[in-house]
């Protein structure tokens, strides 16, 4: 149940930012975006008619779409985000103060970018979808098998075309830097932002290496079999993943137990089990 409310929590809290991002910086500042909002954005241009009744009308025909021709087990992923999205996106477009308190078009760029990634991230952290365009991207996977990513990105570079007649250069580029930046955004969203190091190590000590990490500085040691390639001896590979905090510590401690120690350092973006997301026993 504590799940269940939380995933809700993030799906509604992922839509507000999502809304806020595209209504009150993107569009307020003549940037491009693609999806159901770049069409509205196309609509409101050339017949005046409201993004956000654009967005509602396309994101329920698309839902029906969904509903119809992929299931309703998928339809339901984005059945909140298909009703929820444009009213508050409706919201954010009739209320003044939301409206011109960034107009440095760069600045919005960057914090729609941001908004639009985490809002993003946290409804697929809720096992939910955002629904919109991908789920013409879905059918035309599911009925031709044609990739979903690829379908994707054609939908939206059309929605971005139609969109370069009444912007400029600069504004477009704006656009651009929104995606990349959305996309490494999202991808640390979706990992926690749980940043570690994972120490490999490989050294005949690896006995007192061990006991020393254990034990002096708490952290956890996996000692993984492992044989020498020019000698072909028999060994032990040591594994950690700790902080980055503990790093130059450890690192000096192995380099003091044995200065030949072959150390190997790389960034985990995320980590699961026992003495991380468990607790320890």
């Given at each position: 149940m504590k799940q269940k409310v939380l995933n809700l929590v993030y799906?509604?809290?992922?839509?507000?930012?999502?809304?806020l991002a595209i209504n009150t910086l993107i569009l307020e500042n003549h940037i491009i975006v693609g999806g159901t909002s770049g069409i509205g954005n196309v609509l409101n241009h050339y017949f005046d008619i409201p993004v956000s009744l654009s967005v509602g009308c396309l994101n329920i025909c698309l839902f029906l779409i969904g509903l119809f021709f992929i299931g309703k087990r998928f339809a339901m992923t984005t059945l909140i985000s298909t009703f929820l999205f444009p009213i508050v996106l409706q919201f954010f477009e009739t209320q003044p103060m939301f409206h011109h308190y960034l107009d440095d078009p760069l600045l919005a760029?960057?914090?729609?970018?941001?908004?639009?990634?985490?809002?993003?991230?946290?409804?697929?952290?809720?096992?939910?979808s955002?629904?919109?365009?991908?789920?013409?991207?879905?059918?035309?996977n599911k009925k031709f098998g044609f990739p979903v990513h690829i379908v994707l990105n054609c939908i939206d570079l059309c929605i971005l075309v139609l969109q370069f007649t009444f912007n400029d250069t600069t504004h477009v580029i704006y656009g651009i830097m929104i995606v990349m930046i959305t996309s490494v955004v999202l991808n640390k969203t979706l990992t926690q932002g749980t940043s570690l190091v994972q120490l490999t190590v490989i050294s005949d000590?690896?006995?007192?290496?061990?006991?020393?990490?254990?034990?002096?500085?708490?952290?956890?040691v996996t000692l993984l079999a492992s044989e020498k390639g020019y000698t072909e001896e028999k060994s032990k590979l040591l594994l950690s993943v700790l902080p980055y905090r503990k790093l130059p510590a450890i690192k000096a401690k192995i380099h003091e137990i044995d200065p030949l120690a072959f150390v190997i350092v790389s960034h985990v973006e995320e980590v699961g089990?026992?003495?991380?997301?468990l607790e320890k026993s």
């Amino acid at each position: 149940m504590k799940q269940k409310v939380l995933n809700l929590v993030y799906i509604i809290v992922g839509n507000i930012f999502i809304a806020l991002a595209i209504n009150t910086l993107i569009l307020e500042n003549h940037i491009i975006v693609g999806g159901t909002s770049g069409i509205g954005n196309v609509l409101n241009h050339y017949f005046d008619i409201p993004v956000s009744l654009s967005v509602g009308c396309l994101n329920i025909c698309l839902f029906l779409i969904g509903l119809f021709f992929i299931g309703k087990r998928f339809a339901m992923t984005t059945l909140i985000s298909t009703f929820l999205f444009p009213i508050v996106l409706q919201f954010f477009e009739t209320q003044p103060m939301f409206h011109h308190y960034l107009d440095d078009p760069l600045l919005a760029a960057i914090l729609a970018a941001c908004l639009v990634g985490v809002g993003i991230g946290l409804i697929l952290k809720a096992n939910a979808s955002t629904g919109g365009v991908d789920i013409l991207a879905i059918l035309l996977n599911k009925k031709f098998g044609f990739p979903v990513h690829i379908v994707l990105n054609c939908i939206d570079l059309c929605i971005l075309v139609l969109q370069f007649t009444f912007n400029d250069t600069t504004h477009v580029i704006y656009g651009i830097m929104i995606v990349m930046i959305t996309s490494v955004v999202l991808n640390k969203t979706l990992t926690q932002g749980t940043s570690l190091v994972q120490l490999t190590v490989i050294s005949d000590y690896y006995e007192e290496m061990k006991q020393t990490i254990l034990h002096d500085f708490d952290a956890g040691v996996t000692l993984l079999a492992s044989e020498k390639g020019y000698t072909e001896e028999k060994s032990k590979l040591l594994l950690s993943v700790l902080p980055y905090r503990k790093l130059p510590a450890i690192k000096a401690k192995i380099h003091e137990i044995d200065p030949l120690a072959f150390v190997i350092v790389s960034h985990v973006e995320e980590v699961g089990g026992k003495g991380f997301t468990l607790e320890k026993s």
